[in-house]
Nanobody, 123 residues
Framework: QVQLVESGGDMVQAGGSLRLSCAFS????????VAWYRQPPGKEREFVII?????????SYAKFAIDRFTISRDNTKNTVTLQMNKLEVEDTAVYYC???????????????WGQGTQVTVSS
């Protein structure tokens, strides 16, 4: 059974940085596509960033994440990291990681979700 646990959420001032981690437990981590989503207060959950299986050479970003957020994976530690720079008040949200098979990269349908970690950006 796959489990995902996010960590690293915190309160930070606008312009600052945070690093979120998604810890994967289960088998064959390197075969999973992993994505980050977020849910701002009072809004629906939205896609942030995604990394492909294997070496993670395939990546895709939401428009708001370009030039500010990066994603990486460490298959030896079964973790995916979301590095967020130049944070804005609008980035305040609960951030979730999600994992799925190869098709998840294109269809954005995921089998597993974490419980989320809170990121709060103050002005």
């Amino acid at each position: 059974q796959v489990q995902l646990v996010e960590s690293g959420g915190d309160m930070v001032q606008a312009g600052g940085s945070l690093r979120l981690s998604c810890a994967f437990s289960g088998r064959a981590f390197n075969q999973y596509v992993v994505a980050w989503y977020r849910q701002p207060p009072g809004k629906e959950r939205e896609f942030v960033i995604i990394i492909g299986e294997g070496t993670g050479s395939s990546k895709s970003y939401a428009k708001f994440a370009i030039d500010r957020f990066t994603i990486s994976r460490d298959n030896t530690k079964n973790t995916v990291t979301l590095q967020m720079n130049k944070l804005e008040v609008e980035d305040t949200a609960v951030y979730y990681c999600a994992a799925g098979g190869e098709r998840s990269y294109d269809n954005r349908q995921f089998d597993y979700w974490g419980q989320g970690t809170q990121v709060t950006v103050s002005s």
